[in-house]
């Protein structure tokens, strides 16, 4: 959703996608509440999935309509950071709430929140620090809007934004969605407590590392592309000391590797920070969302790879489980090729961009 959504938000404006999004979840959340199968509840998930593809850019967009320059650097890291305590809030509160309340009950109290939020939406905001005066940077048409994602593509700063997001994001979400748990627990042999103490110290590790990289951003934007190598590095770093380890890690060490990796969603923030400073707003959606599909491109390739190594080893003669030590070692290792993939386009767009690559 997020080209087509990167397109709608600049015909329509940040606020109206907000709320449509906002909207979509609130359905998404009313059908999950009352499905009688699991089929239908599926349907409901896929909606609020739909909605959330909505908030991200229509934010971005939203906040470079009221700030410029290194003011928006920090407040699109800001924002974003905010935003990640709703990981938090769904882990721990939401499920105080479900246990205590019931499914219907508690996925209604976030259908109404939804709701609320659409509510506010439409009278607490607008696209532009200057709305007032009537003006907006809405394109004219859905054609038009299409005409500039075209324009943004071949600019060689937005594909560099596309490939920052794809070498940057990639390694935490596939962890913290997917991969932790039964790495941790099956393999690791970490006791559940533990692992959901390390995803909530993920989150928590990002109020500390999204301010510094917000502030790199605002006061030495030309360090930018250093800070992608820098997070690319301790990302592999921090892969390389686990999958070393002959036997299970020591807790400690689980913990300090897992905060290094995390670090790659903050970082992931600065492919927004460059693209603005090559399109104007107008035309910021569309790139947005372009820029957008490379981190979750290369999540789910990552992803898929890391269980298809672990599938090829698995022999189920063997006595062993399936999720072990040396299963995850290669399965893990497979990421390697994802970030070379992102490591060697970023670096080719990043030298046209300074005018030493032709184009």
């Not at 940040?14 to 599926?42: C, E, N, R, W, Y």
């Not at 499914?103 to 939406?121: D, G, H, P, T, Y």
């Not at 809007?145 to 490939?163: C, D, H, K, T, Y």
């Not at 590392?209 to 790199?216: F, G, H, L």
């Amino acid at each position: 959703m997020q080209i087509p959504v990167g397109i709608l938000v600049d015909r329509f404006g940040a606020k109206v996608l907000l709320a449509v999004g906002a909207g979509i979840m609130a359905v998404g959340q009313l059908t999950v509440a009352f499905a009688p199968s699991l089929d239908v509840a599926v349907v409901g998930r896929m909606l609020v999935g739909m909605g959330d593809s909505f908030t991200f850019i229509s934010m971005i967009r939203m906040i470079n309509g009221w700030y410029t320059g290194s003011k928006a650097s920090k407040m699109q890291q800001y924002v974003s950071t905010i935003g990640q305590t709703g990981q938090f809030v769904s882990a721990v509160p939401f499920w105080i709430m479900l246990q205590n309340l019931g499914w219907e009950s508690a996925f209604s109290i976030m259908a109404a929140a939804s709701l609320l939020v659409v509510l506010l939406l439409i009278v607490y905001t607008s696209n532009e620090a200057d709305a007032s005066s009537g003006k907006s940077l809405a394109v004219n048409s859905l054609k038009q809007a299409w005409e500039q994602l075209l324009q943004n593509v071949r600019i060689p700063g937005i594909r560099m934004s596309f490939w920052t997001h794809f070498t940057t994001q990639p390694t935490t979400t596939s962890v913290s969605l997917l991969w932790a748990v039964p790495y941790l627990v099956t393999a690791e042999g970490q006791p559940l407590g533990f692992v959901a103490f390390i995803l909530s110290a993920m989150v928590a590790f990002g109020f500390i590392t999204a301010p510094i990289i917000a502030e790199v951003c605002a006061r030495a934007p030309h360090l930018r592309a250093r800070m992608v190598y820098g997070v690319v590095g301790l990302t592999v770093a921090a892969w390389i000391v686990l999958l070393a380890m002959p036997e299970k890690s020591q807790s400690w060490l689980l913990l300090i590797c897992f905060l290094l990796i995390s670090i790659g969603g903050p970082a992931s923030m600065i492919a927004f920070d460059f693209s603005k400073d090559f399109v104007p707003k107008e035309r910021l959606g569309s790139a947005n969302g372009f820029a957008n599909v490379g981190g979750f491109l290369a999540t789910f390739v990552m992803m898929y790879l890391t269980g298809l190594v672990i599938d090829l080893l698995y022999d189920p003669s063997s006595g062993v489980d399936r999720y072990n030590v040396e299963s995850f070692r290669w399965g893990f290792a497979a990421q390697f090729l994802v970030i070379a993939v992102g490591v060697v386009f970023f670096r080719k767009e990043h030298r046209r961009v300074l005018g030493l690559d032709k184009i």
